[in-house]
């Protein structure tokens, strides 16, 4: 008999040890990473409502507005769906309390909702003209939405006021064309539409701009944007 055959034979491991040490793993891991998540999903969603509430009470033009979805759309991008949602309800509720459900609602709607659906666009790397579109149709529907919530609390249609600023843009558009007609109700409407439109699809822009670099900087990058943008700005 050999050595080698007198040598003892070395235990088979066993399966539903080796199962449970990796559910164990897994479950070790699952608890480091929830405490992290939940503390950044509210960390985060009150770095939202702060960044409205300095506005509201101390604007400062654009420079704060094209952060308001920003935080919300990382939770996104760092947690998932899930926590997405809960950044949102949790801004709107921190701001009913610090300034009442009315200032909440025009938060909640459209920013907070903006920032989960750029998140989740930014999320699945889709080109920056699907999620700027998409954003800009909220954004469209949100204007609208504030002018009805604000139109019912007021108990004034705000509606007239922006067709009046719009009738008063068209009429000076006519004057320096030269064209001797006045515009149409229907012209006026669909000019207003299209001036909020164009507005929100700015407004969109610069967010994926800042977003963009903002972003690439902390470690959680968003889809490249078009070339020209990237040689405009002269950004690698």
């Known amino acids: 008999m050999s ?3 007198s040598l003892p034979e070395e235990p088979e491991a066993d399966p539903s040890l080796a199962s449970s040490t990796q559910s164990q793993l897994q479950y070790q891991s699952l608890n480091v990473d929830s405490p992290l998540k939940m503390v950044e999903t509210a960390f985060l969603a009150s770095t939202a409502s702060l960044i409205w509430f300095i506005n509201f009470y101390f604007p400062l033009g654009p420079v704060l ?3 308001f979805p920003i935080p919300i759309a990382l939770v996104y991008l760092r947690w998932g769906n899930r926590a997405a949602w ?3 309800v949790t801004s709107g509720l921190l701001l009913a309390v610090l300034m009442g ?4 609602l025009l938060f909640v709607m459209p920013f907070a909702f903006m920032g989960v659906l750029l998140g989740a666009t930014w999320h699945r790397r889709v080109q920056w003209i699907v999620s ?6 909220l954004g469209t529907v949100g204007v609208f939405f ?6 019912l609390l007021s108990g004034e249609d705000l509606w007239v006021y922006v067709i009046n600023q719009v009738t008063e843009i068209i009429n000076w558009i006519f004057l320096h064309l030269q064209l001797l007609t006045t515009p149409n109700v229907l012209l006026i409407q669909l000019g207003a539409i299209a001036l909020i439109f164009i507005n929100n699809f700015i407004y969109l822009f610069i967010v994926h701009l800042v977003a963009w670099l903002l972003l690439d900087a902390i470690g959680n990058s968003i889809p490249r944007p078009p070339r020209w943008v990237q040689v405009l700005m002269d950004y690698d």
């Open 132 to 137: 700027i579109i998409l954003g800009t149709l």
């Open 101 to 104: 459900p009315v200032r909440s």
């Open 65 to 67: 507005r094209v952060l």
């Open 86 to 88: 809960m950044a949102a």
């Open 3 to 5: 050595i080698v055959d």
């Open 146 to 151: 504030r002018l009805w919530f604000l139109s």
